[in-house]
């Protein structure tokens, strides 16, 4: 079955849309869009640029996609948006393309769910399952990891990185990277504890669970540093890929400026 197309959007007929794909009143689609099939455009969307979206995604009312990054330098080249399958936006959503500061290029992956006024800025790399609450704001060049939870009205700076299977906490202000499997929270966020509850629901075993206890124990109580915990941690086998995870992600971090690896790529 072909798109169905309400009277009043415009639609420009150069846009590619696939089978089933449903666009709402008052929506405009520019001549450079890609919907895949399934996907239903709910009322007053605007999708610009070059995106690409794929298949079987929902995308609620006055959410805006593909339009130009916040960013003063930026000089008008033909950066892209590219959205996964199965992600839903809430209302009012926004999804800025890349900058030309990178590989000209804002992605999401897959099975994502963004409510209400989050924004992702230019040049983001979001992975899959990721669910972010009401007025999430994700500065540019965020990377954030697969099944990773932010609660509503948390800001995350630029060029920060999010580790896979995180919590972070309603309100927070991430200015540093966030471990992956740990929760984070505050005004300026630290880690609080493992994310046991995100790590049970995602079948990851006890053993898993242990380890990571105690490397947050090692690190963030008794605060002896990243080298003596890892020594002391990876010297007594086997060896968790979990474990190896966390070291490698912490070791990224202490590369960068401010508690914050990709900054590297900032200096460059």
């Known amino acids: ?30 001549p450079d869009v890609k919907i895949g099939e ?7 969307v605007t999708i610009k640029g070059h995106t690409s979206i794929g298949r079987d995604n929902h995308i609620f009312a006055g959410c ?20 996964g399958d199965g992600n839903t936006f809430r209302e009012l ?31 983001c790399k979001l992975g899959d399952r990721i669910v972010a609450a009401n007025n999430c704001m994700i500065g540019g060049h965020v ?40 929760i984070v929270e505050g005004a300026n966020a630290r880690p609080r504890c493992v994310n046991v ?15 990571l206890n105690q490397a947050f124990r090692l690190l963030y109580r008794a605060r002896v540093g990243v080298d003596a915990a890892r020594d002391e941690l990876l010297s007594i086998g086997p060896i968790r890929p979990v474990l190896r995870h966390l070291f490698d992600h912490l070791e990224h971090t202490g590369g960068g400026r401010h508690g914050r690896g990709r900054d590297r790529r900032k200096a460059a």
């Open 197 to 211: 509850v995100g790590l049970k629901r995602n079948d990851y075993p006890q053993d898993d669970i242990n380890v």
């Open 143 to 182: 990377h954030i990891g697969n099944d990773v939870t932010i609660a509503g009205g948390v800001g995350i700076h630029h060029f920060v990185s999010v580790g896979q299977l995180s919590f972070i906490g309603a309100m927070s202000t991430v200015l540093h990277d966030v471990p992956p499997y740990m």
């Open 38 to 44: 399934g996907t239903v455009i709910e009322d007053h």
């Open 1 to 30: 079955m072909g798109a169905q197309i309400e009277k009043t959007a415009a639609v420009d007929p150069r846009a590619e849309l696939g089978p089933n794909v449903r666009i709402g009143h008052f929506c405009v689609v520019g």
């Open 64 to 83: 805006v996609i593909g339009t130009h990054p916040q960013d003063k330098s930026y000089r008008g080249t033909n950066t892209r948006v590219e959205i």
């Open 93 to 123: 959503c926004t999804v800025n393309r890349a900058s030309e500061k990178e590989d000209g290029v804002t992605r999401v992956g897959d099975s994502n769910y963004f409510m209400t006024q989050s924004h992702i800025a230019h040049d």
